[in-house]
């Protein structure tokens, strides 16, 4: 089996990964920062290696990068952590990752990015994406890059549903910057304990929600699938939904009648204008929240996906299982 870096593995999905990697057999080596951590279950792991460094550290990328034959990489500044600034020089540092993963002759690189609009250049985040997926195609690595959809456990929670982040060891909303978590703080159980989400527009645009756990089963099967390298795939979920039957199908699960709070499209915009300076990372999430509230997202599916050979968790099978999980305080990284 593959000796595979996780770069990014003390996130929600880089953590995921790490375990699915664990599962299908792999030998999984965790890239951290000094002060990150892997979650409860995966630290004390005896078959996770843990090797420090810091992606603006070219010499500790390459001693990561030594023994691996795969590196799968989701880190990303565009939810900082307290310290961090938004997207700061996140193209220089993947420049340095892949750098590193050239001379150390690492056989694949695998990579998470986000779905595609015909307006990316309007969310600076997607900017981001593209330039590094434009690296990445220029390294001379073998590669696969992931369009991912919108992810359930994420925007299910910003509709002010506290499921998502029920048993979730390391959730990307809790560790990112102060608007999140003054966001989760004020809506956090406001669908299941008042009946009310919170739904960017009209809720008609249609996406392919997708869980988190299903891209990393995705990223993972990735690493030994024969002919899936040199392509870039739009990963999304099995279904076609608008927000509104999100809405329809909490309503059903919980038993209660639950009503959409609709937000106008303006609102985000403007309120994008206002934090650009301040916060660079919140403006950035209005730009997403309008997007997601005025396009859709409903590619065909993928015939290359076909091969990979696994299902997709559906909306009613992720909120039935989160609903499920025990209600806890789901665990910050450390600050």
Known sequence: MS????????????STIVAALLEAGHRPHALLRENATLPEGLAEH???EVCRG????????HAACSRADVVISTASAIM???G???GADEVAHYENLLTACGQQRVE????ISAFSTVDDDLVPEFV??????????????????????AFMDIYFAAMGSEAPLRGVRKPTLKRGFWLTRLFLALSSGLLERRGVALVPGKGSTVHRFISIKSVAVFMVRAVDLPGGANRTLELAGPQSLCWDDIVSIYARQLGRRVRCLHLPIWLFKVLAVLMARVSPAGANMMRI???LGTHDYNPAPSPALHAFCLPLEQAEEYITRQLAQPLREASREPR
Not at 54 to 61: C, E, H, I, R, V
Not at 129 to 136: A, C, D, S, T, V
């Open 80 to 82: 900082p952590k307290k």
């Open 54 to 61: 810091d992606l603006g550290d070219l010499s500790s990328l």
């Open 46 to 48: 005896v078959d996770v």
């Open 289 to 291: 929240f309008a997007m």
């Open 108 to 111: 694949h690189f695998i990579y």
């Open 84 to 86: 961090d600034r938004f």
């Open 128 to 149: 981001i994406k593209r330039q590094i997926e434009g690296l990445i195609a220029a390294s001379g690595l073998r590669y696969t890059i992931f369009r991912a959809a």
């Open 3 to 14: 000796t595979v870096l996780v770069v990014g593995a003390s996130g929600q999905l880089g």
